[in-house]
């Protein structure tokens, strides 16, 4: 998690979980790069001043999050860079997507602001942009607009299969979205009875030009990555979400279980199902522990 300012600030309720400025951020990358880690996701918290109904923040090209991805790039060349793509942190709404005056997302007015955002992150050094807004068209038109502007390399990872879930409340509370939602977002993140849906929006990401895939949440849904890894041979990743890791770390905190081998063991149970990769907020921590057992 990004913020505006220098140093870290801890993130209430998500334990050692904190948003870090552009000066603490390269000591975070530093780290991890010397663990074996190479692939970050940023997520900024968007000041409410930069906050609005139209977004235009979200693919301004000196926004927060791009000057991190430009910081990083010229610094970490060995580091890949992961760039949400989605209006949530810069919504007035706090929704993935612009409203309607009934208050439903209209999904195809989006598109083109999403567009925006990918291409501003691209220019910045992003290497892969990751919609997660489940806005139906937005990986063909992200496409489309990468090839067309030059950045033909640039991977799309998708948020195929994304669940209207209990479990993303931390995070909400990390970028500071949770207290300006208006209503839910089940009107297009998905029910979490459909596990049919999933296999159809994943093919339908792919026909249009994604390279990778992603499950969220991921333990919840261990079902769904085995079946969409079963079913396209793609590279599938899970996202062990705040929530998730919240209930973890409450567990080890009340000395429930060993913080070692609880964790390495939810995360070998997304590998079991067939994860090719986990984005998890507990990665640095896992690096240690996998080091001192080879």
């Known amino acids: ?144 607009a990468l090839e067309a502007d030059g950045f033909q390399d640039s991977l799309l990872l998708s948020y195929s299969a994304k669940y209207a879930s209990a479990f993303y409340g931390p995070f909400r509370d990390a970028v500071g979205s949770r207290g300006q939602l208006k209503g839910d977002k089940r009107g297009y993140q998905m029910d979490p009875t459909n596990s049919a849906e999933a296999l159809r929006e994943t093919e339908m990401d792919l026909s249009e030009g994604a390279d990778l895939v992603m499950v969220k949440p991921g333990l919840p849904y261990l079902d769904i990555v085995t079946r969409i890894k079963a079913a396209f041979a793609v590279p599938t990743f899970a996202y062990q979400v705040s929530g998730e890791y919240a209930m973890l770390q409450a567990g080890i905190e009340a000395g429930l279980f060993d913080p070692r081998q609880a964790t390495l063991e939810l995360l070998l149970a997304f590998k079991r199902a067939g994860a090719d990769g986990v984005l998890t907020y507990g990665a640095t921590k896992a690096a240690r522990w996998l080091a001192e057992i080879d």
């Not at 870290?8 to 979980?17: L, M």
């Open 1 to 144: 998690f990004v913020q505006e300012g220098e140093g870290s600030s801890p993130i209430p309720g998500f334990y050692d979980v904190a948003r870090h400025g552009l000066d603490a951020l390269n000591l975070q990358v530093e780290q991890a790069l010397g663990l074996g880690i190479r692939i970050f996701a940023l997520f900024p918290q968007v000041p409410a001043s930069r906050k609005s109904e139209n977004c235009e923040e979200a693919w301004r090209e000196d926004n927060l999050v791009n000057r991190a991805f430009r910081q990083l790039s010229q610094r970490f060349p060995e580091a890949l860079l992961i760039g949400d793509v989605a209006l949530d942190p810069y919504s007035a709404s706090g929704h993935d997507g612009f409203l309607r005056e009934d208050g439903q997302v209209d999904n195809d007015s989006t598109l083109d602001a999403l567009v925006k955002q990918a291409l501003a992150q691209a220019a910045a050094g992003c290497h892969i942009l990751a919609p997660s807004d489940m806005m139906d068209g937005r990986i063909g038109a992200i496409r489309a």
